[in-house]
């Protein structure tokens, strides 16, 4: 069975313009929860996190002659990885139908990827 990563998308424009409460996003955390275990009892889940706001990122760059490292994400952009789940899926299609219940549940745009295959030993 394939792995998936199910990456939710942020927007730094839409988190300033989000006047929400944690306690307006609670039926969110809700959703989010219960997709979870639906995905843990079907047997698809593998891994998942929500990750910290983008100012907290910090990029490492150790492909010179000396690590360099830096405040911030790789990339300067309005859409960063606001967080993820690993999936295990038969297919890009069971893995399209867990995306749509994903994006729903935590009111996000999410980015479905394959993983690479293992190399045969």
Request: with cysteine; proline share 6%; net charge negative.
């Amino acid at each position: 069975m394939t792995q998936y990563l199910l990456a939710v998308h942020g927007n730094v424009d839409e988190d300033a313009a989000d006047t929400r409460t944690m306690a307006d996003y609670q039926p969110v955390f809700d959703a989010v929860e219960r997709f979870n275990e639906k995905l843990r009892a079907e047997g698809a889940w593998v891994f998942a996190g929500g990750l910290q706001p983008i100012d907290q990122a910090t990029t490492v760059d150790n492909t010179g002659d000396a690590p360099i490292v830096t405040d911030g994400p790789f990339v300067e952009s309005k859409e960063y990885l606001g967080g993820f789940w690993v999936i295990e899926a038969p297919d890009l299609d069971a893995a399209l139908a867990w995306a749509k219940e994903g994006s729903q549940a935590c009111e996000g745009k999410v980015e479905v990827r394959p993983f690479q295959d293992e190399p045969e030993a």
